[in-house]
T-cell receptor, first 113, second 112 residues
Framework: DSGVTQTPKHLITATGQRVTLRCSPR?????VYWYQQSLDQGLQFLIQ???????AKGNILERFSAQQFPDLHSELNLSSLELGDSALYFC????????????FGPGTRLTVT | GDSVTQMEGPVTLSEEAFLTINCTYT??????LFWYVQYPGEGLQLLLK?????DKGSNKGFEATYRKETTSFHLEKGSVQVSDSAVYFC???????????FGKGMKLTVNP
């Protein structure tokens, strides 16, 4: 158990809908990272927050957004969902802004039908 | 930009066989290098890491040495077990970008 929790574990929704994925980092960790894992794209970095502020941005679509709250949990919002957004979404955390050692949550599997 | 290239597999080995998974990288500066493992149905776990040239990371019988001259970080294990069946990801972290860049992952199946 990495100490990172993600909810929900599974999510099935229709095209055009909007969903929110939630992540709680390990106790004491200030950085949260979001990744998308799909069969064709592999594991792709989406976005990083550090102590409430956006720190780095990767291959995140404009339809996707994220935020980190004062209690350090983070949410990833996916809107206008398309079939191609079906993937595993992982959250990871680390204690500082450098990604020397990231601890991954179990992931949320999103299926868009 | 930074990138990681690794063997993609899938690979099937018998128990007690020798394992090598090749990984090479392209990066500006001096990245830190990692191997992550993903067991079925779980998130990624850090297996081992090396933060500078010639460092050797090791854990659970796995080893990898940071080779700057060949830009490589190959993963090895002398005798694999059925419990090593998983997907293995090579990754790098560039201090300038503060993010992990992953290879495509390699699925390993170990049969009894």
């Amino acid at each position: 158990d990495s100490g990172v929790t993600q909810t929900p574990k599974h999510l099935i929704t229709a095209t055009g809908q909007r969903v929110t994925l939630r992540c709680s980092p390990r106790s004491g960790d200030l950085s949260v990272y979001w990744y998308q894992q799909s069969l064709d794209q592999g594991l792709q970095f989406l976005i990083q927050y550090y102590n409430g502020e956006e720190r780095a941005k990767g291959n995140i679509l404009e339809r996707f957004s994220a935020q980190q709250f004062p209690d350090l949990h983070s949410e990833l919002n996916l809107s206008s969902l398309e079939l191609g957004d079906s993937a595993l979404y992982f959250c990871a955390s680390s204690w500082d802004s450098r990604s020397y050692e990231q601890y991954f949550g179990p992931g949320t599997r999103l299926t868009v039908t | 930009g930074d990138s990681v290239t690794q063997m993609e597999g899938p690979v099937t080995l018998s128990e007690e066989a020798f394992l090598t998974i090749n990984c090479t990288y392209t990066a500006t500066g001096y990245p830190s290098l990692f191997w992550y493992v993903q067991y079925p149905g779980e998130g990624l776990q850090l297996l081992l890491k090396a933060t500078k040239a010639d460092d050797k990371g090791s854990n659970k019988g796995f080893e990898a040495t940071y080779r700057k001259e060949t830009t490589s970080f190959h993963l090895e294990k002398g005798s694999v077990q059925v419990s090593d069946s998983a997907v293995y990801f090579c990754a790098l972290s560039d201090a300038m970008s503060e993010k992990l860049v992953f290879g495509k992952g390699m699925k390993l199946t170990v049969n009894p």
